[in-house]
């Protein structure tokens, strides 16, 4: 019998390829039928570590990195819409509906509604008395003129005052002016008796006052002397309940702070996002509406801040990237910037006629948005231009069934990896070597070597110090697991593609692998001819490995398949620590030597 | 002034006050209207050295005649010049509010006074007013129109040291005494409007919602459907929901939402934020028995002092805005009384005493109303706790202020008595 010669050589480092039909495919791919192989930075394919479940926490139907955290909306029995995002001293600003949640923990009983709201937080966390975004202008006080007493007051005047959170720093509209008051060498005294405080934290008072014979037109400017005046600190003076006694002359105006009546609250919204300094609601006015706060005031957002989408937003990303806000429509992507100018902010359309079903549909990673879209699957920003599909040729056929909705996209940053996950199964691409792995499949994972079947579906995911976090709905809960994290290991496979005989068939005879890693648990090699994945001609048992994790050389095998016209391979290893990868495979034996 | 005058008193200033050419060039534009704004006040408030006096509508406005004096030509004496003229009295329960003669206030000479309260002191030419009573006037024609502001003032002081019961609250408006009618003037009733969310899918499960507006003094609004919603989505969502707004109540702190919906009520959401509007994505809420209530379902042209506070040896001129609501149906109305009175019963009888009424379109001092200059008949008082104190404070300048929230009271200080 003649020397085995080397008829195939297979070296499957280069990725993932989900053709359908994959005879003719390179043979450094990783055919349909592979799974949970990934591809890593330096190049290899290797075995997918696991998920990591996040013991004590829970995910949400949505996501967002927030502050040092991240945060979600919505639960099983109460999905979540809307955004999540920090402002100021790490105050979470939220809108669109579901529980609330911070680092998988749950905030109280809160739930987000189209009325804006924050926290604020006081270290490490945060305060579970929620402010609404806004105050209403109060009545208008009453004001008593005390003539005769010595004061710096001559002259004819009026008063508006507002309503003031010190704590968040949040002033409402001025009140109607006071009617007009003739004040002589005196003082007055402003009574806010019979007009409540607001129910949102108001605990100041703001006052103005016009200049002398400006009572009726105003405008009325901040008091220098007496800019405002906590409510606890109003007192019964000269028999006059819960006033304060103040005076003021022209030169001592503000003239810099003119009574507000702008302050406005905002309307209804379903999402939000905060950017420099100004907070953004989007969803206003039928859906479309966009308005900013004031810059520095993020609870007054005036009327003039509007513009608008040209269609509803179905997500906003509300951690700036690159300098912007993303707001995806179903038909079209957008960018938020900041101007400071008024409106404080300008849209820009990134993706005109691209856009996307789901929030989870996109990612951003580092300066690259990735993305699913209706009937188009998987694309990438480049540049200016337009969305770049050709970086997932190998996998649109296999995506192409996908139901868009369900599509969460994600970003890993050790790995590299953006994931795009579709029910219980993920696809991972390397961004640094442009490969991608095999799918991941959550019923095929791995604990101490036994299966693991996640049985759930992922619904979520954020970025969180680096890390990837899936929030997977399994078992009635959504489950919050870290994304490769070595949580047990996984069912590995390598399939190759169908790798034709150069002449009518060839026998195959002899087959050397050289993998890499661990091999801590059995693995089996099978070869398949003719193109049947169903029966493997041959099948190899391969032991455990001891000795950690390095290149190895299996025993060389001798599969006995004779006269295959296409012969193809797999390699299935249950791997316990993500090390496991197929170096290169030689197939070697005897071609038919007829050549038709 | 004209506004002819207005104009050439800005060419006054431009002429009189040149803006420099730094402060052109570096001036903002507001900056600089602000200035001109300022000297175009400045040369009105230097002309204006006579204040006019607001317009007055009331009728025998100092509580200076009797019903005889002011009506009778040649009086008749007897039990009629013991009934103040045109000022009537009534159960604050009253909602149809007579105006015949027994209705009138009565002095203490008069046959049929029974310790009255309110009762006119017609010595001094005041109402005294002690119980919940309500002090009334017929006004000569519908001068509550839809939209109208109306300025109302009067003085007031106490008739002994006593303090005033610490919750007291003060009204007073503009009544319809329309039959048929019988209340504030009012505009229409509050309104809820629900619309499908943009976008929203349309179904079949009727839905309503209903408004609670509390305000900052106290007062409490309801707001509902005119029907509910029948075209809400089956399945409330993020994407299938219903937008629900309500109107801006002027001092709203807190709207509670309410939902009722395939026969569940729900609290649905508090609103303190003064947002005018919700999404109903179909949050559960909190399930309650049924829509609660409130006392008030419209605007209303009447105005609540919940710190009427008069004092007692001083005089003080109490001020207030009252704003007819804009939707007012006025076609309705054949009668509009002006209405006033105490939440309570003062302590001692008759504690708070009235006079110097004011009612008109105008803000200004106070003057008798061109009615009470046609009587003929000499007053019916003997003396006036006011008499000396010509002309009448004026409390400010003459120029109209801006809409109110019906609300904005100044008091001024008078002379100690």
Request: glycine share 12%.
């Amino acid at each position: 019998m003649p020397d085995p010669v080397l008829l195939h050589r297979l070296q499957p480092v280069e990725g993932f390829s989900a053709v359908a039909a994959a005879l003719g495919l390179s043979p450094g791919m990783m055919a349909l039928g592979s799974q949970n192989f990934v591809p890593t930075a330096d190049g290899r394919m290797r075995a997918f570590p696991g998920l990591g479940l996040q013991a004590g926490v829970a995910g949400g139907t949505i996501m967002f990195p927030v502050t040092d955290g991240y945060a979600s909306l919505g639960s099983v029995g109460s999905p979540g819409s809307g955004s999540v995002a920090s402002h100021v001293a790490d105050s979470l600003w939220y809108a669109g509906s579901g529980p609330l949640r911070f680092n998988g923990a749950a905030l109280g009983s809160l739930s987000a509604s189209s009325i804006l709201s924050f926290l604020l937080r006081s270290g490490g966390s945060f305060a579970l008395t929620p402010y609404q975004a806004g105050r209403t202008a109060p009545s208008a006080p009453t004001v008593t003129n005390r003539d005769n007493v010595g004061g710096l007051m001559t002259g004819s005047f009026a008063v508006r005052a507002t309503r003031i959170n010190s704590i968040t720093g949040g002033e409402s509209d001025a009140s109607d002016f006071t009617l007009p008051f003739t004040v002589i060498d005196g003082k007055v005294v402003i009574s806010f008796a019979g007009i409540s405080l607001d129910a949102n934290g108001q605990d100041k008072w703001g006052l103005y006052g016009t200049k002398d014979g400006r009572q009726s037109a105003g405008p009325a400017f901040g008091l220098v002397k007496y800019p405002e005046v906590a409510d606890s600190a109003l007192a019964t003076l000269y028999g006059i309940l819960r006033a304060t006694e103040v005076e003021w002359n022209d030169a001592m105006l503000d003239y810099e702070r003119e009574a507000p009546i702008d302050n406005d609250p905002p309307p209804a919204l379903t999402h939000v996002a905060a950017i420099e300094n100004i907070v953004l609601g989007f969803g206003a006015f039928g859906g479309t509406g966009v308005v900013s706060s004031k810059p520095g005031f993020p609870e007054a957002f005036p009327d003039a801040y509007y513009s608008f989408l040209p269609e509803r937003p179905v997500a906003v990303y509300p951690r700036v990237a690159r300098g912007l806000l993303l707001v995806a429509c179903a038909g079209s992507l957008h960018a938020v910037v900041y101007t400071g100018a008024e409106p404080p902010y300008a849209i820009q359309s990134i993706w005109p006629e691209t856009g996307i079903a789901a929030h989870h549909n996109l990612c951003f990673a580092e300066n690259v948005i990735y993305a699913f879209t209706e009937a188009r699957g998987i694309c990438r920003s480049q540049g200016a231009g337009e969305p770049d599909y050709s970086f997932a040729n190998e996998v649109a056929e296999y995506t192409s069934a996908w139901t868009a909705a369900n599509v969460v996209v994600g970003y890993d940053v050790p790995t590299q990896h953006v994931v795009f996950c579709h029910g219980s199964e993920i696809l991972s691409y390397n961004k640094r070597t442009g490969k991608w792995g095999a799918p991941i499949k959550l019923s095929q994972l791995r604990s101490g070597g036994a299966a693991l079947n996640l049985n759930g579906t992922v619904k979520a995911c954020v970025t969180f110090r680096r890390k990837l976090y899936l929030s997977v709905l399994t078992g009635g809960v959504y489950a919050l697991y870290r994304y490769s994290e070595g949580g047990g290991g996984s069912r590995a496979i390598y399939q190759s593609g169908w790798m034709q005989a150069a002449s009518a068939s060839e026998t195959v005879t002899q087959l050397k692998l050289a993998v890499e890693g661990s091999w801590n648990r059995a693995a089996t090699v099978e070869v398949f001819a003719d193109g049947d994945e169903t029966a493997a001609v041959e099948t190899f048992n391969v032991s455990a490995k001891t000795g950690g994790s390095r290149l190895r050389h299996l025993d060389a095998m001798g599969p006995n398949v004779r006269c295959a016209q296409s012969v193809a391979l797999r390699v299935t290893v249950d791997s316990d620590d993500g090390s496991e990868g197929v170096l290169d495979a030689l197939i070697s034996g005897e071609p038919s030597g007829v050549v038709i | 002034m004209t506004l002819g005058d207005q104009i050439i008193d800005v060419d006054r200033v431009r002429t009189t006050r040149r803006l420099s050419a730094e402060e052109i060039r570096s001036g903002t534009i507001e900056n600089r209207l602000r200035a001109l704004e300022d000297n175009v006040a400045e040369i009105t408030a230097a002309n204006a050295q006579v204040r006019a006096a607001g317009d007055n509508v009331l009728r025998d406005a100092e509580c200076e005649y009797s019903h005889d004096a002011y009506d009778n030509d040649p009086t008749v004496g007897g039990d009629v010049d013991h009934l103040l003229a045109h000022w009537y009295h009534h159960a604050a329960s009253d909602t149809l509010l007579g105006e015949a003669d027994a209705d009138l206030i009565k002095d203490s000479g008069h046959s049929g006074y029974a310790a009255d309260d309110p009762d006119w002191d017609r010595v001094a030419g005041r109402v005294r007013l002690g119980t919940t009573r309500t002090v009334t006037q017929p006004l000569v024609n519908l001068l509550a129109q839809p939209g109208s502001l109306l300025y109302i003032q009067f003085t007031a002081t106490l008739l002994t040291d006593t303090p005033l019961p610490v919750d007291l609250t003060f009204y007073v408006g503009v009544w319809d005494n329309t039959a048929g009618e019988e209340k504030w003037v009012a505009g229409l009733a509050l309104k809820v409007i629900a619309v499908l969310g943009d976008g929203a899918t349309a179904g079949t499960t009727a839905t309503e919602y209903k408004a609670i507006i509390d305000t900052d003094k106290g007062e409490q609004f309801e707001a509902v459907m005119s029907v509910p919603l029948a075209t809400a989505p089956d399945t409330l969502s993020a994407a299938d929901f219903i937008r629900v707004s309500w109107p801006a109540v002027p001092g709203r702190k807190l709207v509670t939402l309410y939902r009722h919906r395939s026969g569940v009520y729900t609290k649905l959401a508090e609103v303190r934020s003064g947002s005018t509007e919700y999404d109903d994505f179909g949050d559960a809420g909190i399930v309650v028995g049924g829509f609660p209530a409130a006392a008030l379902s419209a605007l209303r042209a009447r105005v609540q002092d919940n710190s009427f506070a008069p004092r007692f040896g001083e005089i003080l001129v109490f001020r207030y805005a009252i704003q007819v609501p804009g939707d007012y149906a006025v076609a309705s109305t054949q009668e509009q009384l002006l209405r006033l009175g105490l939440s309570a019963a003062t302590t001692d009888a008759h504690q708070v005493v009235l006079d110097r009424f004011q009612l008109g379109f105008n803000y200004g001092g106070f003057q008798r109303g061109p009615l009470d200059l046609s009587v003929t008949n000499r007053v019916s008082v003997t003396d006036s706790p006011t008499g000396g104190l010509t002309p009448a404070p004026t409390g400010g300048s003459d120029d109209p202020p801006g809409p109110g929230s019906g609300g904005p009271r100044p008091r001024e200080e008078l002379n100690v008595l």
